[in-house]
């Protein structure tokens, strides 16, 4: 029982607000925004057995050795991996006074912060990439861009969301060489990078 509520917490964890089960397609924050990309859940298979495969190694305690497993994923470097450790050490010993803290709470809170932590540092590149070309297209100031930017994170705008997440499965489709859905990530990437450029030209224009 123990074990099937650890893989339940790899399902639900990893799919909140990234994925539809079974049908391959990448959603937004929410389900209104979509897009169906071939083969997205074999990749998302793959990065849930690298959870479950290993659990007992997180059942043991060996919180580091289990994170070094993702090095594997793009970006995720001896470095990255420590911050990550120093930081799950810290949120566990602010939980040592907690009651009922158990073995599935630790674990979400572990798997949260490497998807977290994936995430962000990979979705860096396509932040780089809306700036760059938005300062190549208009005479804004770097903080006006920066102020936009923000804006929409804020209202959690829909083609924010969903850029988020296709370049979450694009650093999952070249983590597992899966090339050719790499490069539809990446022309989708590009459509929806454009499609905020114009977002923030318009609205400071």
Known sequence: ????????????????????????????????VSIKISNSGQIIRKFKDLFNQNMQLFIEGKYLEFLRLFKKIKGMDENYIREIYQDLQLKFEALKEAENINTVIIYSLVL??????????????????????????????????????????????????????ISYLDTLAESFNYKKVAHIC????????????????????
């Open 1 to 32: 029982m123990h074990l099937k509520q650890l893989y339940n917490a790899t399902d639900n964890l990893i799919n909140q607000q990234f994925y539809t089960g079974g049908h391959d397609i990448i959603i937004g924050r929410t389900p209104e």
């Open 112 to 165: 949260n912060s490497l998807i977290s932590s994936i995430r962000d540092l990979n979705f860096g590149e396509s932040i780089r990439e809306i700036k760059k070309r938005v300062l190549k297209k208009s005479k804004i100031r770097e903080n006006q861009l920066q102020d936009a930017i923000d804006t929409l994170f804020m209202r959690n705008d829909n083609n924010i969301s969903i850029l988020y997440n």
């Open 186 to 205: 990446k022309i989708q990437k590009s459509k929806y990078i454009n499609r905020i450029v114009k977002l923030i030209i318009s609205s400071n224009s």
